[in-house]
Protein backbone atom coordinates (compact mmCIF):
# COMPACT_ATOMS: atom_id res chain seq x y z
CA UNK A 1 0.00 0.00 0.00
CA UNK A 2 0.95 3.63 -0.55
CA UNK A 3 3.30 5.24 2.42
CA UNK A 4 3.67 8.64 3.31
CA UNK A 5 4.64 11.25 0.77
CA UNK A 6 6.17 14.38 1.07
CA UNK A 7 6.90 16.93 -1.95
CA UNK A 8 9.21 18.19 -2.88
CA UNK A 9 12.03 16.16 -1.58
CA UNK A 10 14.25 18.80 -2.18
CA UNK A 11 14.12 22.08 -2.09
CA UNK A 12 16.60 25.56 -2.25
CA UNK A 13 15.83 28.61 -1.07
CA UNK A 14 17.85 31.99 -1.36
CA UNK A 15 17.45 33.33 2.19
CA UNK A 16 14.51 35.65 2.86
CA UNK A 17 12.25 33.15 0.83
CA UNK A 18 9.25 31.67 1.57
CA UNK A 19 8.96 27.71 1.23
CA UNK A 20 6.10 25.24 1.70
CA UNK A 21 6.38 21.72 2.18
CA UNK A 22 3.60 19.32 1.88
CA UNK A 23 2.70 15.61 2.83
CA UNK A 24 0.32 13.30 2.36
CA UNK A 25 0.21 10.48 5.19
CA UNK A 26 -1.08 7.11 5.10
CA UNK A 27 -5.11 7.40 4.13
CA UNK A 28 -7.24 7.23 7.19
CA UNK A 29 -4.01 8.24 9.47
CA UNK A 30 -5.95 10.54 11.97
CA UNK A 31 -2.29 11.19 13.67
CA UNK A 32 0.62 13.22 11.81
CA UNK A 33 3.68 14.60 12.91
CA UNK A 34 6.40 17.33 11.58
CA UNK A 35 9.75 16.70 12.85
CA UNK A 36 13.02 18.15 11.84
CA UNK A 37 16.34 16.52 11.26
CA UNK A 38 19.63 18.07 11.40
CA UNK A 39 22.61 16.55 9.90
CA UNK A 40 23.99 13.93 12.18
CA UNK A 41 21.10 13.87 14.42
CA UNK A 42 17.58 12.14 14.83
CA UNK A 43 14.87 13.98 14.76
CA UNK A 44 12.91 16.64 16.87
CA UNK A 45 9.35 17.41 17.55
CA UNK A 46 7.79 20.48 15.38
CA UNK A 47 4.12 19.68 15.39
CA UNK A 48 1.33 17.53 15.89
CA UNK A 49 -2.07 17.68 14.60
CA UNK A 50 -4.80 15.07 15.17
CA UNK A 51 -7.25 15.07 11.85
CA UNK A 52 -7.47 18.55 11.13
CA UNK A 53 -6.54 20.30 14.60
CA UNK A 54 -3.31 21.55 15.64
CA UNK A 55 -2.66 20.03 18.83
CA UNK A 56 0.78 21.07 19.47
CA UNK A 57 2.84 23.13 18.20
CA UNK A 58 5.59 23.58 21.00
CA UNK A 59 8.33 22.53 18.77
CA UNK A 60 8.30 24.67 15.75
CA UNK A 61 11.55 27.47 16.36
CA UNK A 62 9.97 30.32 15.48
CA UNK A 63 6.87 32.74 14.26
CA UNK A 64 8.23 32.11 10.93
CA UNK A 65 6.94 28.28 10.87
CA UNK A 66 3.52 27.65 10.13
CA UNK A 67 1.75 24.46 9.68
CA UNK A 68 -1.62 23.08 8.75
CA UNK A 69 -3.78 20.26 7.97
CA UNK A 70 -7.28 22.11 6.94
CA UNK A 71 -9.33 18.95 5.82
CA UNK A 72 -7.33 16.39 7.85
CA UNK A 73 -5.88 14.66 5.69
CA UNK A 74 -2.65 16.68 3.16
CA UNK A 75 -0.71 18.74 5.76
CA UNK A 76 1.77 21.49 4.56
CA UNK A 77 4.67 23.13 6.25
CA UNK A 78 5.63 26.61 5.90
CA UNK A 79 8.55 28.64 6.51
CA UNK A 80 8.52 32.34 6.02
CA UNK A 81 11.56 34.57 5.28
CA UNK A 82 14.02 31.45 5.65
CA UNK A 83 17.73 31.52 6.94
CA UNK A 84 20.43 29.59 6.86
CA UNK A 85 19.78 27.90 10.23
CA UNK A 86 16.57 26.32 8.55
CA UNK A 87 18.28 24.18 6.26
CA UNK A 88 17.55 20.48 7.33
CA UNK A 89 15.45 17.54 6.52
CA UNK A 90 11.87 18.01 7.33
CA UNK A 91 9.91 14.95 7.94
CA UNK A 92 6.44 14.07 8.07
CA UNK A 93 5.16 11.06 10.01
CA UNK A 94 1.55 9.87 10.46
CA UNK A 95 0.00 7.24 12.83
CA UNK A 96 -3.43 5.36 12.74
CA UNK A 97 -4.54 6.22 16.28
CA UNK A 98 -2.52 8.59 19.14
CA UNK A 99 0.18 6.55 20.47
CA UNK A 100 0.63 4.07 17.74
CA UNK A 101 3.45 3.59 15.60
CA UNK A 102 4.52 6.46 13.77
CA UNK A 103 5.63 6.07 9.38
CA UNK A 104 7.68 8.18 8.09
CA UNK A 105 8.20 9.78 4.67
CA UNK A 106 11.18 10.04 2.50
CA UNK A 107 11.55 13.97 4.17
CA UNK A 108 12.26 17.14 2.15
CA UNK A 109 15.62 18.08 2.35
CA UNK A 110 15.84 22.15 2.76
CA UNK A 111 18.92 23.71 2.08
CA UNK A 112 18.87 27.95 2.55
CA UNK A 113 21.91 29.57 1.23
CA UNK B 1 11.80 16.61 30.11
CA UNK B 2 12.70 13.03 28.22
CA UNK B 3 15.87 12.64 27.22
CA UNK B 4 17.43 9.81 24.75
CA UNK B 5 21.33 8.82 24.75
CA UNK B 6 22.35 5.96 21.95
CA UNK B 7 25.42 4.21 22.45
CA UNK B 8 28.00 3.93 20.33
CA UNK B 9 27.77 6.81 18.09
CA UNK B 10 29.23 4.56 15.53
CA UNK B 11 30.01 0.55 15.25
CA UNK B 12 31.82 -1.05 12.89
CA UNK B 13 31.41 -5.11 12.53
CA UNK B 14 32.42 -8.01 10.11
CA UNK B 15 29.82 -9.88 8.21
CA UNK B 16 28.58 -12.68 10.82
CA UNK B 17 29.94 -10.95 14.01
CA UNK B 18 26.82 -10.30 16.46
CA UNK B 19 26.99 -7.17 18.87
CA UNK B 20 24.45 -4.89 20.27
CA UNK B 21 22.94 -1.08 20.21
CA UNK B 22 22.90 0.73 23.70
CA UNK B 23 19.43 3.04 24.13
CA UNK B 24 19.18 4.44 27.73
CA UNK B 25 16.32 6.77 28.15
CA UNK B 26 14.80 9.23 31.21
CA UNK B 27 11.31 9.61 30.73
CA UNK B 28 8.44 10.72 33.05
CA UNK B 29 6.21 7.81 32.42
CA UNK B 30 7.14 5.50 29.36
CA UNK B 31 4.18 5.26 26.85
CA UNK B 32 6.57 3.47 24.62
CA UNK B 33 9.84 2.92 23.36
CA UNK B 34 10.15 2.97 19.61
CA UNK B 35 13.39 1.17 17.42
CA UNK B 36 13.61 2.26 13.42
CA UNK B 37 16.14 2.24 10.88
CA UNK B 38 17.19 5.15 8.20
CA UNK B 39 18.86 4.31 5.38
CA UNK B 40 20.63 7.44 4.15
CA UNK B 41 18.56 10.02 2.47
CA UNK B 42 15.49 8.43 3.83
CA UNK B 43 12.83 8.18 6.36
CA UNK B 44 12.88 6.32 9.28
CA UNK B 45 11.49 2.70 8.70
CA UNK B 46 9.59 1.30 11.95
CA UNK B 47 10.98 -1.74 13.66
CA UNK B 48 9.76 -2.56 16.97
CA UNK B 49 7.76 -0.63 19.56
CA UNK B 50 8.63 -2.33 23.18
CA UNK B 51 6.14 -1.11 26.17
CA UNK B 52 7.15 -2.44 29.19
CA UNK B 53 10.11 -3.78 30.97
CA UNK B 54 11.11 -7.49 30.37
CA UNK B 55 9.40 -7.26 27.00
CA UNK B 56 10.93 -8.35 23.82
CA UNK B 57 10.71 -8.06 20.07
CA UNK B 58 12.23 -10.09 17.53
CA UNK B 59 12.99 -9.59 13.40
CA UNK B 60 14.84 -11.33 11.58
CA UNK B 61 18.53 -10.80 12.94
CA UNK B 62 17.11 -8.03 15.27
CA UNK B 63 15.64 -8.67 18.59
CA UNK B 64 15.39 -5.82 20.65
CA UNK B 65 14.45 -5.76 24.77
CA UNK B 66 13.77 -3.39 27.23
CA UNK B 67 14.40 -2.45 31.15
CA UNK B 68 13.35 0.18 33.09
CA UNK B 69 16.11 2.56 32.20
CA UNK B 70 17.56 1.19 28.79
CA UNK B 71 16.57 -0.67 25.47
CA UNK B 72 19.20 -2.79 23.47
CA UNK B 73 19.14 -3.85 20.01
CA UNK B 74 20.65 -7.14 19.65
CA UNK B 75 22.03 -8.03 15.71
CA UNK B 76 22.54 -11.80 15.45
CA UNK B 77 25.00 -12.71 12.54
CA UNK B 78 24.68 -8.90 10.39
CA UNK B 79 24.88 -9.38 6.81
CA UNK B 80 25.79 -6.03 4.82
CA UNK B 81 22.80 -5.10 3.96
CA UNK B 82 21.73 -4.38 7.81
CA UNK B 83 24.45 -1.57 7.61
CA UNK B 84 22.21 1.77 8.36
CA UNK B 85 21.40 4.61 11.50
CA UNK B 86 19.32 3.00 13.88
CA UNK B 87 17.33 4.91 16.03
CA UNK B 88 15.99 4.77 19.03
CA UNK B 89 12.65 7.16 20.24
CA UNK B 90 10.15 7.49 23.07
CA UNK B 91 6.85 8.43 23.93
CA UNK B 92 5.68 9.96 27.03
CA UNK B 93 2.39 8.96 29.04
CA UNK B 94 2.99 13.47 29.42
CA UNK B 95 1.22 13.72 25.74
CA UNK B 96 -1.84 11.72 24.86
CA UNK B 97 -0.47 11.04 21.24
CA UNK B 98 2.56 9.56 21.14
CA UNK B 99 4.84 12.99 20.79
CA UNK B 100 8.60 10.80 20.17
CA UNK B 101 11.93 11.84 21.32
CA UNK B 102 14.45 10.51 19.25
CA UNK B 103 18.83 9.60 20.28
CA UNK B 104 20.78 10.90 17.96
CA UNK B 105 20.92 7.33 16.30
CA UNK B 106 23.96 4.71 15.87
CA UNK B 107 25.48 4.51 12.51
CA UNK B 108 25.98 0.58 11.71
CA UNK B 109 28.18 -0.53 8.81
CA UNK B 110 28.50 -4.47 8.52
CA UNK B 111 31.82 -5.08 6.55
CA UNK B 112 31.43 -8.35 3.88
Known amino acids: GAGVSQSPRYKVAKRGQDVALRCDPI?????LFWYQQALGQGPEFLTY????????KSGLPSDRFFAERPEGSVSTLKIQRTQQEDSAVYLCASSLEPGDEQYFGPGTRLTVT | EDQVTQSPEALRLQEGESSSLNCSYTVSGLRGLFWYRQDPGKGPEFLFT???AGEEKEKERLKATLTKKESFLHITAPKPEDSATYLCAVGSVGTSYGKLTFGQGTILTVHP
Open chain 2, 50 to 52: LYS
Open chain 1, 27 to 31: SGHVS
Open chain 1, 49 to 56: FQNEAQLD
